[in-house]
């Protein structure tokens, strides 16, 4: 993470802690701001990883449905996209050489 | 002043003309460069790009004592896929972040550059994080940075000369990063870009080589008013990819660049109905302004990602009894292009591996003979096709002999099951809009041959010989005149086969696989070979093939040298 997003994640932290609990305004503002300040910046991907293996999950509902799609002939690096929640695809984004890697290493290479 | 002083002064001024001319590459040594072997000057080993080498002294009968002399480790674990360039006794190699000068006799590091890119670069790069090779101009090393900076450093220490960024609007975010190699034409540093699977608008460009000057660009889809723009539906040219990243050719008789040009965007062709000029097209163009002489578009309004970036080989090839300068393509779709290099006049066309979607190209009037699977596949209809989007053959290049008068192809032999649905949201600069826009899946009529190296007749398509490959080899070949053929293999072997018959002569297994580009040069009188190993690139990464479950990564050079102790 480049030191100015830290310094700046570190004073919204700071200024929030306060009263983020109480105030969903305040809670969504930080949220927004960590997804801004958090995109364009090298790969994050333990979270990723976290929401990868969650929606390949062979035993959740999720899971057979990723795996529906990819054998029907849909990109896995789409159906990754389109099954997890919004929220994370900046970080996804950041993370794309990452992603095609470990799905092709979970054997849902992202056919090119 | 006296006598002395003038001598001294003559001497000192020519003592520091041949230093620099021992360094500096003109515009004669660069045109020169297919005919001198002691030296790899120019990508492609030539202007022509027929990775041809007159070197001899490496045959037949003694390939088998071939070892290798030197091996040095790039310390990266990215696809290593760098055309070697030699001169003087030192090689000059490329990464993705890094640019080296090592002594070619011994391996030895001269200076290493590392070069940063902002991370989100990466977001952008489709198909493997590589590099594949610079260009050298009087004293300078010149090369494009993933993050569309084009950047020229002193041959001898590496130092910066001059650094320009890309202008506008070419920048990660807007889908755009560089990995081809520059080719400098008369002092003019021509370059390509990447980015067709983010919704870009490609182009060609050039840079002065001595001052980084940006000279022209020229965009390979039209804009509002421009001729061509009728061929898009709607405002779809404003995403309509076109990239060009994969290096060209040059004929200084013709003053003309020859450069492939890449696939529309989006994939699904949905779209943007239309021919959609001037994608998956061989484009010629005047180096010293861009404009653009002619065009051959080799697949309007490819569904499949057929891109035409495959470097157009020029050559002399006698066609009924008369010799006529060509260009050459082996076409991601299948077919094995020939034109006039000066009109771009089609002169023949034919199939150099399976294909399904189109019968044959009317050399009358250049149109494809579609099948029902192409109709059905722009219908939406689910239907198999050969080849699959990876193509026919991929961005490995080729080699031409003018000996055997044959192109040494590294194929790929794999279909797909397609299926275009309806788009359902509208495409956006530097979003993806590449493979996920469509549905396939893989074919193999036999999954433990994926690919050959082919000795083809340019004129016909076919082959005199087919060597079979269990994976397809992302190798470039090179061809000798003592009639060897080099290339490597994706689980790591450097081989020589015979140009003749196909058969293997010789192989030594590199520690990671092998999608580079070969290159022979000769010292002191004795020939070497050269070539990077390290795997990683679009196949390799994307392809799921069994059979490079256990094959390393991590980039290193290699040097080869016929046993003489």
């Given at each position: 993470m480049?030191?100015?997003?830290?310094?700046?994640?570190?004073?919204?932290?700071?200024?929030?802690?306060c009263?983020?609990?109480t105030?969903?305004?305040?809670?969504?503002?930080?949220?927004?701001?960590?997804l801004?300040?958090g995109?364009?910046q090298?790969c994050?991907?333990?979270?990723?990883k976290?929401?990868?293996?969650?929606?390949t999950?062979?035993?959740?509902?999720?899971?057979?449905?990723?795996?529906?799609?990819?054998?029907?002939?849909?990109?896995?690096?789409r159906?990754?996209?389109?099954?997890?929640?919004?929220?994370?695809?900046?970080?996804?984004?950041d993370?794309?050489?990452?992603?095609?890697?470990?799905?092709?290493?979970?054997?849902?290479?992202?056919?090119? | 002043?006296?006598?002395?002083?003038?001598?001294?002064?003559?001497?000192?001024i020519?003592?520091?003309?041949?230093?620099?001319?021992?360094?500096?590459?003109?515009?004669?040594?660069?045109?020169?460069?297919?005919?001198?072997p002691?030296d790899?000057?120019?990508?492609?080993?030539?202007y022509?790009?027929?990775?041809?080498?007159?070197?001899?002294?490496?045959?037949?009968?003694?390939?088998?004592?071939?070892?290798?002399?030197?091996?040095?480790s790039?310390?990266?674990?990215?696809g290593?896929?760098?055309?070697?360039l030699?001169?003087?006794?030192?090689?000059?190699?490329?990464s993705h972040?890094?640019?080296?000068?090592?002594?070619?006799?011994?391996?030895?590091?001269?200076?290493?550059?590392?070069?940063?890119?902002?991370p989100?670069?990466?977001?952008?790069?489709?198909?493997?994080?590589?590099?594949?090779?610079?260009?050298?101009?009087?004293?300078?090393?010149?090369?494009?940075?993933?993050?569309?900076?084009?950047?020229?450093?002193?041959?001898?220490?590496g130092?910066?000369?001059w650094?320009?960024?890309?202008?506008?609007?070419?920048?990660?975010e807007?889908?755009?990063?560089?990995?081809?190699?520059p080719?400098?034409?008369?002092g003019?540093?021509?370059?390509?870009?990447?980015?067709?699977?983010?919704?870009?608008?490609?182009f060609?460009?050039?840079y002065?080589?001595?001052?980084?000057k940006?000279?022209?660009?020229?965009?390979?889809?039209?804009?509002?008013?421009?001729?061509?723009?009728e061929?898009?539906?709607?405002k779809?040219?404003?995403?309509g990819?076109?990239?060009?990243?994969?290096?060209?050719?040059?004929?200084?008789?013709?003053?003309?660049?020859?450069?492939?040009v890449?696939?529309p965007?989006?994939w699904?062709p949905?779209?943007?109905?239309?021919?959609?000029?001037?994608?998956?097209?061989?484009?010629?163009?005047?180096?010293k302004?861009?404009?653009?002489v002619?065009h051959?578009?080799?697949?309007?309004?490819?569904?499949?990602?057929?891109?035409?970036?495959?470097?157009?080989?020029i050559?002399n090839?006698k066609?009924?009894?008369k010799?006529?300068k060509?260009?050459m393509?082996?076409?991601?779709?299948?077919?094995?292009y020939?034109?006039?290099?000066?009109?771009?006049?089609?002169?023949?066309?034919?199939?150099f591996?399976?294909?399904?979607?189109a019968d044959?190209?009317?050399l009358?009037?250049?149109?494809?003979n579609?099948t029902?699977?192409?109709?059905?596949?722009?219908?939406g209809?689910?239907?198999?096709?050969?080849?699959?989007?990876s193509g026919?053959t991929?961005?490995?290049?080729?080699?031409?002999?003018?000996i055997?008068?044959?192109?040494?192809?590294?194929t790929?032999?794999?279909?797909?099951?397609?299926?275009?649905?309806p788009?359902?949201?509208?495409?956006?600069?530097?979003?993806?809009?590449?493979?996920?826009?469509v549905?396939?899946?893989?074919?193999?009529?036999?999954?433990?041959?994926r690919?050959?190296?082919?000795a083809?007749?340019?004129m016909?398509?076919?082959a005199?010989w087919?060597?079979?490959?269990?994976?397809?080899?992302?190798?470039?070949?090179?061809?000798?005149a003592?009639?060897?053929?080099f290339?490597?293999?994706?689980?790591?072997?450097?081989?020589?086969?015979?140009?003749?018959?196909?058969?293997?002569?010789w192989?030594?297994q590199?520690?990671?696989?092998i999608?580079?580009?070969?290159?022979?040069?000769?010292?002191?009188?004795?020939?070497?070979?050269?070539?990077m190993?390290?795997?990683?690139?679009v196949?390799?990464l994307?392809?799921?093939?069994?059979?490079?479950?256990?094959?390393p990564?991590?980039?290193?050079?290699?040097?080869?040298?016929l046993?003489?102790?």
């Amino acid at each position: 993470m480049a030191p100015w997003t830290h310094f700046s994640l570190t004073m919204v932290l700071q200024i929030s802690s306060c009263s983020v609990a109480t105030n969903p305004f305040l809670l969504g503002l930080l949220w927004a701001l960590v997804l801004i300040l958090g995109s364009a910046q090298a790969c994050e991907f333990t979270k990723v990883k976290s929401a990868i293996d969650q929606v390949t999950n062979p035993k959740e509902d999720v899971g057979k449905r990723f795996k529906a799609l990819v054998e029907d002939g849909w990109n896995s690096e789409r159906v990754l996209f389109d099954l997890t929640d919004k929220d994370l695809h900046p970080l996804m984004d950041d993370c794309r050489p990452e992603v095609e890697a470990y799905l092709n290493q979970l054997g849902y290479p992202s056919v090119h | 002043m006296k006598i002395k002083n003038i001598a001294q002064l003559i001497l000192s001024i020519s003592s520091g003309l041949l230093s620099q001319g021992s360094w500096a590459q003109t515009d004669a040594d660069l045109l020169n460069d297919a005919t001198t072997p002691k030296d790899v000057l120019v990508y492609g080993m030539g202007y022509q790009g027929q990775r041809f080498s007159p070197l001899k002294q490496i045959n037949k009968s003694n390939v088998k004592k071939l070892v290798p002399l030197w091996s040095y480790s790039m310390n990266d674990s990215r696809g290593s896929e760098s055309f070697p360039l030699v001169k003087d006794g030192v090689i000059y190699v490329t990464s993705h972040n890094a640019t080296v000068a090592v002594n070619a006799l011994t391996g030895k590091q001269i200076w290493k550059v590392a070069h940063d890119y902002p991370p989100e670069t990466l977001r952008v790069v489709c198909c493997g994080i590589v590099n594949r090779g610079a260009a050298l101009y009087e004293g300078k090393i010149i090369r494009a940075l993933m993050d569309n900076h084009i950047i020229a450093l002193d041959m001898k220490t590496g130092q910066e000369v001059w650094r320009t960024a890309s202008p506008d609007p070419v920048k990660p975010e807007n889908g755009y990063a560089m990995t081809g190699a520059p080719l400098v034409v008369g002092g003019v540093v021509v370059v390509g870009v990447a980015g067709a699977e983010y919704g870009h608008r490609g182009f060609i460009e050039a840079y002065d080589a001595n001052s980084g000057k940006h000279l022209w660009r020229h965009y390979n889809v039209p804009a509002a008013g421009e001729p061509g723009v009728e061929t898009w539906a709607d405002k779809s040219y404003e995403t309509g990819g076109g990239s060009s990243w994969i290096t060209g050719t040059y004929d200084k008789d013709l003053d003309l660049v020859y450069w492939g040009v890449g696939n529309p965007s989006p994939w699904n062709p949905r779209s943007r109905a239309g021919d959609n000029l001037y994608t998956n097209s061989i484009v010629a163009l005047r180096p010293k302004t861009g404009e653009m002489v002619w065009h051959y578009q080799v697949s309007p309004g490819d569904p499949f990602d057929y891109d035409a970036v495959q470097t157009p080989v020029i050559a002399n090839l006698k066609i009924a009894g008369k010799t006529q300068k060509v260009v050459m393509q082996a076409n991601r779709g299948g077919f094995l292009y020939v034109l006039d290099a000066a009109s771009g006049k089609l002169l023949a066309a034919n199939p150099f591996e399976k294909v399904n979607w189109a019968d044959s190209v009317d050399l009358s009037t250049g149109k494809l003979n579609y099948t029902d699977a192409y109709k059905e596949a722009l219908q939406g209809k689910k239907v198999d096709i050969w080849p699959s989007s990876s193509g026919g053959t991929n961005w490995q290049h080729l080699s031409f002999s003018p000996i055997t008068q044959k192109l040494y192809i590294n194929t790929l032999h794999i279909g797909m099951s397609y299926e275009a649905p309806p788009e359902t949201e509208p495409y956006k600069a530097g979003k993806p809009s590449g493979p996920g826009t469509v549905k396939r899946k893989p074919l193999f009529d036999d999954p433990n041959v994926r690919g050959y190296l082919k000795a083809v007749d340019p004129m016909t398509g076919k082959a005199s010989w087919a060597t079979p490959f269990q994976s397809p080899n992302w190798s470039s070949t090179m061809v000798t005149a003592s009639n060897l053929v080099f290339t490597g293999v994706m689980t790591g072997e450097f081989q020589a086969l015979d140009a003749d018959t196909g058969k293997l002569l010789w192989s030594f297994q590199t520690p990671s696989g092998i999608l580079a580009q070969p290159v022979t040069w000769e010292k002191d009188g004795k020939q070497y070979v050269t070539i990077m190993s390290g795997i990683g690139g679009v196949y390799a990464l994307f392809a799921g093939d069994p059979n490079l479950k256990n094959v390393p990564s991590g980039a290193s050079l290699w040097t080869f040298g016929l046993f003489d102790k």
